[in-house]
C-alpha cells in the first residue's frame, strides 16, 4: 500500500516535470521561431566587416506578430508553414544607413501597418551588417546590397510572382539601394516609394546611380529633410515636399535641442508621415507647385496637370492620380501638423484693402473651437491684393469664425485699415469663395465674424 502510494507521487512528480519540461521547450522554440534583425556589436562589426550577409525577414496576415527569416540559399529550403504568398503582393521594406549597433526601430511598426491596410507579402531586407560602415563605404555598397536582392526577386519570380507586384519602400539611402534594384529590372517592377531619399552624394549622380522615375512603373517620394540628409531634386514621378521639405514643425532646430531632433527628426518625419497615412486616419493631399513659397502666396489652386485629381501620400495606386501618362518629377507641396496624424487642410485667404498711406500690419486668425490659425500679414503702400495659404486642423466648412486685428508697430500710428473683401477657399478650390466684402479694422478694436456653413 505504502509503495503504491509512492510510485503514485513519483508518477505524478514524473508527470509534472515532463509536462514542464515540454512546455518549456515549445516555449523556446515558438520564441526561436520569430526572427528579429541584427543586431551588431562592435566585435561583430570588426569581425564581419567584409561581408554583407543580407537576410530577410517575411510578415505576412498569418504571422504578422511573428517575422519568419530566410536568405537567399535557404530559400529554396524552407519547409512549410512557409508563408510567402506569390498570388499576392509584396512590400519590400529597404531601411538606410544606421549608426553602428543600432537596428530601425520604426520597421516593425512599418510592416504591421501595411499589414493592417492591405493582405500582401512583406519583407523586410536586413542589411544591417553592410549598412552600419562609415557613410562613404555604405553608398559604395549600396549596389551590391540591390544586385543581392534583384536576386532574390528572381527567386521569387520562380515561385510565381509577377514583377509589377513588388512595391520596394525605401527609407533614405534604402531608396537608391531600391532604384537600383529598379534599374537592373529595367524599370518594371511596380512601384517603389522613396521615404526622405538620402542626398548627400546622390544629388548630383547620373539617374544611373540614383532613384529616378526610370527605376519603377511609378515612385513617390516624400521629402521632409532636403536640406540636409533628404535629396533636394525631385526623383520620382510624384514628389511630396512636406513643409517645403527641409525644416518640419515640431523639430526643433536650435543647437541646444536634443541629439534626435536635432539631427534626425527632419529626416525620420517622411516615415513617421507615411505610417500614419498608411494607418488611414486622414487625407494628405499636394498641390502641384514650382516652389513652396509660390505655394504659399496662393500662386497654386488647383491640380489642373493631373486632370482634378490630387495626389495623397499612401497606397493608392499612382498616389491617386489618373492622368496618363504620369507626369515626372512633379513636386507636390503640402503643410502638415507637427504631431500624428499631420493632415492640415490648406486654406487660401484672399484679401483685399483700399490703398495705404503707410505700411501696415495685420493678424488673420481662423477659428473652429479651440483650434485656432493664425497668420501675420504685412500690408504695403504699393499692393492691395495680398494671397496667402495657410493650415488650418479643421476643413473650411468647420471654420466657425475669422478675426482681423489692426496690429503693427507701437511707435507710429497705424490708421484704420479699410478691407474691400476678404476671402476664403479651401484648396484644391473647387467651389466658389467665401467672402466677407467692406467693412473696416480699427486699430485696437479686432474686427471679427461669425460663419454660418455646413460641411456637405
Ligand atoms: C544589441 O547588442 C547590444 C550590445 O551587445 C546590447 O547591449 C543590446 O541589449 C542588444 N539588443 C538587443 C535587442 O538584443
Ligand atoms: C494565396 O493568396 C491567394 C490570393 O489572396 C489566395 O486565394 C490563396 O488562398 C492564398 N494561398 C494560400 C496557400 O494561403
Ligand atoms: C493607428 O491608429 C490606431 C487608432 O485608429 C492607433 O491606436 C494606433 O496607435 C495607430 N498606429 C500608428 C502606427 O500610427
New binding site residues.
Partial sequence: MLWGYTITIILCALALYIKSEVLGVADLQEKAECADLSNTTWQEFRLQRAKLQIRYLLLTRDNVECAQVFTQESLSKTQPPFYFNASRMSKIIVHGYRAIGSKPSWVM?LAQ?LLKAEDVNVVIVDWIYGASFAYNLVVERYKEVALQISVLINQLQKRGSKLESFHFIGVSLGAHVAGFVGTLFEGKIGRITALDPAGPMFKRADTFDRLDPSDAKFVDAIHTDSDYFGISIPVGHVDFFLNGGSDQTGCAHSRFASMYSYVICDHMRALHVY??AL?G?CALTGLPCTSYEDFLMGQCVDCNVFKGTCPNIGLSENSGITVSPVPKEQKVFLITTSS?PFCAHHILVELEVSPLDKSAEMELTLIKESHKAEKRLRLQTDTTVYRKVLAHPAPLCEIGSITLRNTGARFYRQADIHVRSVCLSQLPRREAPLCVNKFDVRRGAPWSHDFVQVCN
Fill in positions: 511598426e501597418v505610417i500614419s494607418n486616419s500624428a
